[in-house]
């Protein structure tokens, strides 16, 4: 992902990867991964004592960091997260979600098929949109903590029917429908609740928030790009301009209107993140189709890489992360960048922990 759709926010943390791994501002996968060499039994037996005792250093750093520090928010160190956990604090939640077919290299969105969740609903219409939250039909309910108590991504089971496929946990923050048939410029007016700090490096900053553009219904086959389209920057300058983004013409169902191999819209040069859309506008008159544009803030990304195995991700022990996961947090799924274009069917379930 470099060039000009490198990734422009904080890392993005990969689950279940032996070591700590992470995709940073420059579009490159960044960390430790704790496979691959030869040795003997003795050989590999000290080996893993000492593999053991750096990461429990590593723990310590990261937990010393600022970046742990905005993430953990009342979880203190990784002995707290498993207080909190065997404490009574672990949520989970069960996921079945029957993916469409795509493109290769394409990315799908799946908040529009179901069954658990529930397939999610179509956004208001401009100017207005939609801001969800955990009572949004798409979406996990859960009951947000008590004062002073905060909740963190902790792990995930998916299974794939596909293999080599990778999913996205996201907080979707705003939606808003599109006036297909018109080439006009169209204001949006809403704004999202969660992810507005303007202060850099605050654990609700709009950094690393992202745009996309979500296909509800397939497309006339008319080429269009989406341009002149402006939004706020994450430290509360508006009027900034969204580059041009390249649609499909003939849009597929559920895969984004964008070029392969992307999963975001590229924002202004020096821009970390995208606090709410001011104007959509399309190059071209498409006669049919539906489309939503989507403001989301990463979770994590969650490889699938054997199909129909269980394939556990650790959000605690790999990356050591425990990423914030807000209240009323409306958590979705994102399939990126396919590896081919069969439909493919999730299912398992991921946990949070408060604490």
Same mark, same amino acid.
């Given at each position: 992902?470099?060039g000009p759709?490198?990734?422009y926010?904080?890392?993005?943390?990969?689950?279940?990867?032996?070591?700590?791994?992470?995709?940073?501002?420059d579009?490159?996968?960044?960390?430790?991964?704790?496979?691959?060499g030869?040795a003997g039994?003795?050989?590999?037996a000290?080996?893993?004592?000492?593999?053991?005792?750096?990461?429990?250093?590593?723990?310590?750093?990261?937990?010393?960091?600022?970046?742990a520090?905005?993430?953990?928010?009342?979880?203190?160190?990784?002995d707290?997260?498993i207080?909190?956990?065997?404490?009574g604090?672990d949520?989970h939640?069960n996921?079945?979600?029957?993916?469409?077919?795509?493109?290769?290299?394409s990315?799908?969105?799946?908040?529009?098929?179901g069954?658990?969740?529930?397939?999610?609903?179509?956004?208001?219409?401009a100017?207005?949109g939609?801001?969800?939250?955990?009572t949004?039909?798409?979406?996990?309910s859960?009951?947000?903590?008590?004062?002073g108590?905060?909740q963190?991504?902790?792990?995930?089971?998916p299974?794939?029917?596909v293999?080599?496929n990778?999913? $996205? $946990?996201?907080?979707?923050?705003?939606?808003?429908?599109?006036?297909?048939?018109?080439?006009?410029t169209q204001?949006?007016?809403?704004?999202?609740?969660?992810y507005?700090?303007?202060t850099?490096?605050?654990?609700?900053?709009?950094?690393?928030?992202?745009?996309?553009?979500?296909?509800?219904?397939? $497309?006339?086959a008319?080429?269009?790009?989406w341009?002149v389209?402006?939004y706020?920057?994450?430290?509360?300058?508006?009027?900034a301009?969204?580059?041009?983004?390249t649609?499909?013409?003939?849009?597929?169902?559920?895969? $984004?209107d964008q070029?392969t191999l992307?999963?975001?819209?590229p924002l202004?040069?020096?821009?970390?993140?995208i606090?709410d859309?001011e104007?959509m506008?399309c190059?071209a008159?498409?006669?049919?189709?539906?489309?939503d544009?989507?403001?989301?803030h990463p979770?994590?990304?969650?490889?699938?890489?054997? /199909?129909?195995?269980?394939?556990?991700?650790?959000?605690?022990?790999t990356?050591?992360?425990?990423?914030?996961?807000?209240?009323?947090a409306c958590? /979705?799924f994102?399939?990126l960048?396919?590896?081919?274009?069969?439909?493919t069917?999730?299912t398992?379930?991921?946990?949070?922990?408060?604490?």
């Amino acid at each position: 992902m470099g060039g000009p759709n490198r990734w422009y926010g904080p890392p993005i943390p990969v689950q279940g990867i032996p070591g700590a791994v992470y995709l940073d501002a420059d579009g490159d996968f960044v960390g430790r991964t704790g496979v691959g060499g030869f040795a003997g039994a003795m050989d590999r037996a000290e080996e893993i004592i000492k593999r053991e005792a750096r990461k429990a250093r590593a723990r310590m750093a990261f937990m010393r960091s600022g970046f742990a520090r905005r993430q953990r928010g009342a979880i203190g160190s990784y002995d707290a997260a498993i207080a909190a956990y065997f404490g009574g604090g672990d949520r989970h939640r069960n996921f079945l979600k029957s993916g469409t077919t795509g493109v290769v290299g394409s990315t799908n969105t799946l908040w529009f098929v179901g069954s658990m969740p529930a397939a999610g609903a179509a956004a208001a219409a401009a100017p207005g949109g939609t801001v969800p939250d955990d009572t949004t039909t798409g979406t996990w309910s859960f009951t947000n903590p008590a004062g002073g108590v905060t909740q963190h991504f902790l792990f995930a089971n998916p299974i794939a029917n596909v293999a080599a496929n990778t999913l $996205l $946990l996201y907080d979707r923050i705003f939606s808003v429908t599109k006036t297909m048939n018109s080439t006009a410029t169209q204001a949006v007016t809403g704004v999202p609740t969660r992810y507005q700090n303007t202060t850099q490096g605050a654990a609700d900053s709009a950094e690393g928030n992202f745009l996309f553009i979500e296909c509800r219904t397939a $497309l006339a086959a008319t080429a269009h790009n989406w341009t002149v389209c402006l939004y706020e920057d994450q430290s509360g300058n508006t009027g900034a301009t969204l580059p041009s983004v390249t649609g499909n013409s003939g849009n597929i169902i559920n895969r $984004l209107d964008q070029p392969t191999l992307t999963w975001f819209c590229p924002l202004a040069s020096g821009d970390t993140g995208i606090s709410d859309l001011e104007q959509m506008q399309c190059s071209a008159a498409v006669a049919t189709g539906a489309i939503d544009f989507t403001i989301g803030h990463p979770i994590a990304f969650i490889p699938c890489g054997i /199909a129909n195995f269980v394939c556990e991700k650790d959000g605690l022990t790999t990356s050591v992360n425990l990423r914030r996961v807000f209240d009323d947090a409306c958590l /979705a799924f994102l399939e990126l960048c396919k590896p081919a274009t069969t439909a493919t069917t999730y299912t398992g379930d991921f946990s949070t922990v408060q604490g």
